[in-house]
């Protein structure tokens, strides 16, 4: 018997159709002799349309009572899927976050797990019960709601699993695995058998879309097996695990764009580290995180700094870089018609030129870089927006993706 | 400085014009130096939208998750109605009924509230902020949620009024008032001005359908003062409170009917009080309220037996009865076209002839009566349904009551 948690996103509950598909996908397994929990997102476009309900009635609502208001998403699909569980008669029983013992720390609509308290769930498995928990919720310690931001679903599931030791964590989503590149950018695209977390961290990073990059680092940390599979198949998906060096051969796994990226440039700042180091600070408290930074030196004892961050984090990052720089005298440039490539490979870091042939590759299709990060195991760019689907392909083609076994 | 609990119905808050309504209003209280304690329902037809939607799931859904799935109603309602008050620059928070220490027992959908924690609210007011709290739903000592069934929120409302000790307890309705009877059946009706927590009760019960039953019950208990008053307007509505003896100079205060009820009649069944105590204790074990309840007898050692049940409970009602009967030879018989019309008055049980006058009124109209009940405060008579207004403009007039001052 196998403890297994089971993530289904907001497409695979969209409606009441696929609601009992998952109830009969879950109890199949219950019925193997497992102990499931499952994990579920709001219904379809369900978090969209509390957001914009939101909206009309504040621009700007405070982000606790958000959290309020979008929970509620997922309360919903919880207590339909054990209705349909039910229905099949499999005993059964839902958990919101804060029940199921999520506790995240308080920064609301961007929370972070802290820890999961696993005894409900373990209780109500050991009365033979499926359990179903709210994904993308917890509770603070102040004893109120909050969600951990877009994706949340994902970590919730790998968190869960990692708090009750489970044997997977299986991650049911509308695509079958996890690709070189996606396929609908690459019909090349070859679906992976298996990868290893770091590489699937840069992947998810980069834009892959297919798990949430916190849940990636959750698994990591606690060494839990993602099984990333199609909710539409039985077929067998990728596994992202820990990878052994010995069966590291490829130098590329996989390329993956982010159309939601922004540009900043402030130029002409202070060099010194302390201008640096306050702006960076100052957008860490109000929660932006700033993802590629290049900084180049301009004329005597300043720079030009630039660094990315989301689209819907631009306005914010904007108003806290005019509050910092007062009367100052250097000037602050965005852009947002801006995309990020990236090529992933664990086996990178041992080979040498991998950069240089990303560069060739893109300069072959005349795709101007404005930007360059590299970390061990990935080579990111950024392109102009309308020029990213070329440079995904031209990478994919270049490091023969399709070729890999 | 006055405690004031502000309760909202589901049409006050309806959409976002209108919680927009009731956040202004609730500021202007506050302004005035209030702490204010706001208790709003679901918005407008949710309730109705999300049992639908579980019933397409399940004919019969386990009532604990059907909680789960209506709390989320109430839960969208409150953050929205604090994201339009934070809106007009008033501090404010809003917490569901589990934050907000509201403790039920674990009767799914039809909870009862056991008590009111008030300390988190206390705490919130104390900080100078509105106290948004989700009406219709608590927390079980299992840690789970539970709705208190239709009209919860008053209960809600008064329970938390009683808790703080609040100076009054407003409800807000879509009529101005409680009335000598329906407006929409007898143009005739008065606005009451004040009212006893007995014939409110009474009148509640008879389908006044302005105040949830329960909420009078826990009003008399505390003596928490209700002002019935309309959101549409700044008029002043219906006091509902201890009522001295000396000030009840009326003998029929109002006329009430509802159409909510069905006849059940066993006939011929043993006339010994072991099945009748039976019968009546398998329906509350399963939650059914029976209301009229007659007994007449029959042959030798057998009786007829006729009580009402609300609509919704006629099913169960007849399965439970089933499961007594068994091979028995007795009879069941089940009627839904029927409706309960009552006079109420707590100057009633000093005046004698009242219900002889009742019953005058229905027969210069033709209207047979089925059954008959009578409390120290009201007479209620079960007729044809599509009887029951020609019975209430009967009595409205047989009583005069379109000439109380």
Redesign the interface.
């Known amino acids: 018997m196998a403890v297994i948690v089971q993530k289904y996103g907001g497409s695979s509950v969209a409606d009441?159709e696929r609601?009992?598909a998952v109830a009969r996908r879950v109890v199949d397994t219950a019925r193997q002799g497992h102990q499931v929990v499952v994990v579920v997102s709001a219904q379809g476009k369900t978090t969209d349309q509390?957001i914009a309900?939101?909206k009309?009635?504040?621009?700007n609502?405070?982000k606790?009572?958000?959290d309020?208001?979008l929970?509620?998403g997922e309360?919903?699909s919880?207590?339909?899927l054990?209705?349909?569980i039910?229905?099949l008669g499999q005993p059964v029983?839902?958990l919101?976050g804060p029940?199921g013992g999520i506790l995240t720390d308080t920064q609301h609509t961007k929370a972070r797990i802290r820890m999961v308290n696993g005894d409900?769930i373990r209780e109500e498995l050991q009365k033979g019960q499926v359990v179903i928990v709210a994904g993308f919720q917890g509770l603070t310690p102040n004893?109120?709601?909050a969600t951990l931001g877009r994706g949340g679903s994902d970590t919730t599931a790998v968190a869960v699993a990692a708090a009750l030791d489970a044997d997977v964590c299986e991650i049911y989503t509308d695509v079958d695995g996890v690709y070189s590149a996606d396929p609908r950018l690459v019909p090349a695209a070859r679906k992976l058998k298996k990868i290893d977390y770091g590489e699937m961290l840069e992947l998810a990073f980069q834009g892959a879309k297919v798990l949430q990059p916190r849940s990636v680092e959750v698994a990591a940390v606690y060494g839990v097996a993602i099984h990333v599979r199609s909710s539409f198949s039985y077929e067998e998906g990728t596994m992202v695990r820990e990878v052994d060096s010995v069966e590291r051969e490829i130098t590329v796994t996989g390329v993956a764009s982010d159309e939601n990226c922004a540009k900043v440039t402030l130029a002409g700042i202070p060099s010194d580290v302390h201008t640096l180091c306050h702006i960076f600070t100052s957008l860490a408290q109000v929660g932006i995180n700033v993802d590629m930074i290049v900084q180049a030196a301009a004329s005597k004892g300043t720079t030009h700094l630039s660094f990315t961050v989301t689209r819907e984090d631009l306005d914010e990052t904007l108003s806290t870089i005019a509050r910092i720089k007062g009367e100052e005298a250097w000037e602050v440039f965005a852009d947002d018609n801006v995309a990020k490539v990236s090529i992933v490979g664990a086996g990178m870091m041992t080979n040498p030129g991998v950069a240089a042939k990303m560069f060739e590759a893109l300069t072959e299709e005349n795709i101007p870089v404005f930007v360059v990060s590299t970390s061990e195991i990935k080579v990111s760019c950024l392109v102009p927006r309308d020029r990213h689907v070329d440079a995904v392909r031209a990478c994919h083609r270049k490091f023969e993706l399709d070729a890999v076994k």
């Open positions: 009441t609601v009992m509390l309900k939101a009309e009635i504040s621009k609502p405070p606790r009572e958000l309020m208001l929970a509620t309360q919903a919880i207590a339909l054990a209705m349909a039910d229905s029983i839902s919101t029940q409900r004893n109120d709601i």
